[in-house]
């Protein structure tokens, strides 16, 4: 079956704008993960949905990051006046109710700030 | 708050050779723990998980990883290294009952022919 998506692939903003990041979990996956994973470095956590509510969003950096998962399935991850040090991939995941401790990862979204 | 530390940023080994990655994590209680494989230009890939039972676990591609609660431990081997095991590998933990994981640094294996 069809994996978790991203779009899009590659994000070039210029610094100031406004960009959205979407993540197409597995069909069925409740829970959906945001991390961002800078050159060189491992994965760190964002925030995570259960259902259509964030339950536990304290990876966000600041209040310029903001995600939603308004009908329980795709999210959008929002980042208002981006800065150069947002540069980094982007990844989401998903786990089923099933196996809750098993994560599922896209291919991120690879955002480069200019 | 937990933490994970890989030994060795990049491990180099020749084909055929043991692979051992190392992995230590800093918890109060037993966590979840994950090894995750990322090849270039790939999604992260789970490798094998330890949850509960069995403290040797058996993954994909012949990997398998020992959870040594009194070295807080949990390293990666494989008996014998392919070249297509080239890529990233990254340890993770999980608190039991919470869902975020937390991931090391991560190891670049080379793989000599």
Known sequence: ?114 | AQSVTQLGSHVSVSEGALVLLRCNYSSSVPPYLFWYVQYPNQGLQLLLKYTTGATLVKGINGFEAEFKKSETSFHLTKPSAHMSDAAEYFCAVSDRGAQKLVFGQGTRLTINP
Request: hydrophobic fraction near 30%; aromatic fraction near 10%.
């Open chain 1, 1 to 114: 079956g069809a994996g978790v998506s991203q779009t899009p692939s590659n994000k070039v903003t210029e610094k100031g704008k406004y960009v959205e990041l979407r993540c197409d979990p597995i069909s069925g996956h409740t829970a959906l993960y945001w991390y961002r994973q800078s050159l060189g470095q491992g994965p760190e956590f964002l925030i995570y949905f259960q259902g259509t509510g964030a339950a536990d969003d304290s990876g966000l950096p600041n209040d310029r990051f903001f995600a939603v998962r308004p009908e329980g399935s795709v999210s959008t991850l929002k980042i208002q006046r981006t800065e150069r040090g947002d540069s980094a991939v982007y990844l989401c995941a998903s786990s089923s109710r099933q196996s809750t401790d098993t994560q599922y990862f896209g291919p991120g979204t690879r955002l480069t700030v200019l």
